[in-house]
């Protein structure tokens, strides 16, 4: 059974740092892309950050890009992303997702909050 189940988020103040972590089971970890999206009540889930199979690739949505860096360990099996500089727009719930077969799986999600 694949299971996702992420962890790290909280309340924060602007400037600060957080590092979400997102436990994977169930499927052949090293074998996927793995990728970190968000969402706010009422809006679409967007794709924040992607990372290959052995890590060498990774991508990000342009509003994140330097300050938010993700990362796997291929034996740990877990998949991080490390958020810096933290803004009150990146305030939203953070889901890990991935492809096994034809279906994606979700997480429950972690939720980050960014106020002062």
Same mark, same amino acid.
């Not at 074998?31 to 990000?60: C, N």
């Given at each position: 059974?694949?299971?996702?189940?992420?962890?790290?988020?909280?309340?924060?103040?602007?400037?600060?740092?957080?590092?979400?972590?997102?436990?994977?089971?169930?499927?052949?970890?090293?074998?996927?892309?793995?990728?970190?999206?968000?969402?706010?009540?009422?809006?679409?889930?967007?794709?924040?950050?992607?990372?290959?199979?052995? /890590?060498?690739? #990774?991508?990000?949505? $342009? *509003? +994140? &890009? /330097?300050?938010? #860096?993700?990362?796997? $360990? *291929? +034996? &740990?099996?877990?998949?991080?992303?490390?958020?810096?500089?933290? &803004?009150?727009?990146?305030?939203?719930?953070?889901?890990?997702?991935?492809?096994?077969?034809?279906?994606?799986?979700?997480?429950?999600?972690?939720?980050?909050?960014?106020?002062?």
């Amino acid at each position: 059974q694949v299971r996702l189940v992420e962890f790290g988020g909280g309340l924060v103040q602007p400037g600060d740092s957080l590092r979400l972590s997102c436990a994977a089971s169930g499927f052949n970890f090293d074998s996927k892309l793995m990728r970190w999206s968000r969402q706010a009540p009422g809006h679409q889930r967007e794709l924040v950050a992607s990372i290959s199979e052995d /890590g060498s690739i #990774t991508q990000y949505v $342009d *509003n +994140v &890009k /330097g300050r938010f #860096t993700i990362s796997r $360990d *291929n +034996v &740990k099996n877990m998949v991080f992303l490390q958020m810096n500089s933290l &803004k009150p727009e990146d305030t939203d719930d953070y889901y890990c997702n991935g492809r096994v077969g034809t279906t994606i799986h979700w997480g429950q999600g972690t939720p980050v909050t960014v106020s002062s």
